[in-house]
């Protein structure tokens, strides 16, 4: 049995002139499985504890259950349990339990788990989430061929059968991509007493990200922008390249080194290391779903 | 595995100025754990979703920490995971994770498992909380004596070793006392759809709360006032009875009855119903650590 508990307020990590409180209440849930996933686990059981603030209204409370619900069967969990008070802010504590297929070193992703020689690779399309919230900021949402991005924004999918694949397939060491990409590879290095090196190049952008905001926007949404929950893999590359399917892509962005330890960062074709305009995103978390 | 969360706010659940950050701390823990004991099963690990308010001050803070530090040493529960944000007001989520001797209906005690005919028992001194909180409120907490009411409130202790024992003596029914115990017992009565009816005059009423208080006020107390954790039995009386340790009484002091179903009252010894000043705690609780 694995658990892990992440909690969401108000004003710090939604804006309700972005996300619907629908939407908001999907990403509670989804940001607990995508933990689970990252571990190569099965969600299975979710609690919410439920702060109920002032400016919820019984018609934002009904949207932010359902989006709950809606989160709770497209990733096959269900709500066990939960406790319902009331405050100034609302505030959503989940806390999900998942089932690896052993709790030994051998069934579980970890983040310490990265070798000198692994290649490093990452699933999906990052920086798609972090490009829907931009063009929604610029009041771009109805744009044409923007909906993927909006959608990864506002529904993004936990990676549970990717997870789940690669500890079959072996592999060792994963993490969710909740932060920013080379800040979650970050933790990975640290973890791992190991450098990783990301090939700015080989970042699989989503098409419509530099469509709609162009080249250099779309890199450093990918590079620093955060809750894509795609999953960052190391382990040997061709294990890595199987774990694709006809659904998700999962690309080979970079190696784990020996040099630089503890740090995580991208090279430029020209070989010069590329400066992010953005690290990722500090909410202050000391998440430790590794329980 | 059994698993309950439970959510304190500032300003709703705690009052700073009659009560420690320390002594949040170990209610936020003792809350969850006392959900656990009222179940028969053993606490093992918690997960702890804080929310720092703008108030908390970093002293404040480690204060916090080994107020649920000291708890989970006291009711022998390891912290394994945590996440930590910033909002508005200081919001403590914990979800606690326990064990049951068997998941099977046998193995747990249930609030739906109350039979007609079988005995009700309360365990300690209900009231004692409520009466330490009403001397700090009033100003009298140096005085002699009342020592033993405020250390009720400030750490309460949450009855795992009843609960164990109640589930191996094959007692089948069982609530934790936080929210006033006719109210505790009104969630048995409906959930068992049956009566519950106490004699006024068999409540273990603490003696320090009828010397501060009087009678009326600490029978009140007793009846009405929240947060003692103390587990409130439904079971053959004799079985019952011989939960009753030196350190801790059990004291029968009532009955489970068809008429009136749904429904939890006291008796006085006239035979008329007791209306109680205050019913209990509405915390807009929708507990269901059943899980």
């Given at each position: 049995m694995i658990a892990t508990t992440d909690a969401l307020v108000e004003g710090n990590h939604w804006r309700t002139d972005t996300m619907s409180w629908a939407?908001?209440?999907w990403r509670a849930i989804a940001a607990n499985v995508s933990d689970i996933a990252a571990m190569g686990a099965r969600p299975r059981f979710a609690l919410v504890a439920?702060?109920?603030g002032t400016s919820l209204t019984p018609d934002a409370l009904d949207c932010l259950v359902e989006g709950m619900a809606e989160a709770c069967r497209a990733h096959e969990v269900r709500i066990a349990g939960g406790d319902t008070i009331r405050g100034r802010e609302t505030n959503i504590a989940v806390t999900l339990l998942g089932e690896a297929a052993s709790t030994s070193g051998d069934g579980l992703l970890l983040r310490s788990a990265?070798?000198?020689g692994d290649?490093?690779?990452v699933s999906g399309h990052p920086g798609a989430s972090a490009s829907g919230l931009a063009l929604i900021e610029a009041r771009r949402a109805t744009e044409a061929g923007v909906e993927p991005l909006l959608e990864a924004h506002r529904r993004p999918r936990a990676r549970v059968a990717l997870g789940r694949a690669a500890v079959e397939a072996a592999v060792r060491c994963a993490i969710d991509v909740s932060d920013g990409l080379l800040q979650d590879l970050g933790h990975i290095a640290e973890r791992s007493g190991a450098g990783i090196e990301v090939d700015l190049d080989a970042l699989p952008l989503h098409p419509a990200a530099i469509a709609?905001?162009?080249?250099e926007a779309a890199r450093e949404h990918a590079l620093g922008g955060?809750?894509?929950?795609?999953l960052a893999l190391c382990g040997p590359a061709g294990a890595l390249a199987r774990l694709a399917t006809a659904e998700l892509p999962v690309t080979v962005i970079g190696r784990v080194i020996e040099a630089h330890r503890g740090e995580a960062w991208a090279l430029a074709s020209d070989g010069t290391r590329h400066i992010p305009a953005r690290e990722g995103w500090d909410q202050l978390a000391t998440k430790s779903p590794e329980a």
């Open positions: 939407d908001v209440g439920l702060t109920l990265a070798r000198v290649a490093v690779a709609a905001l162009g080249l955060g809750e894509d929950y795609e």
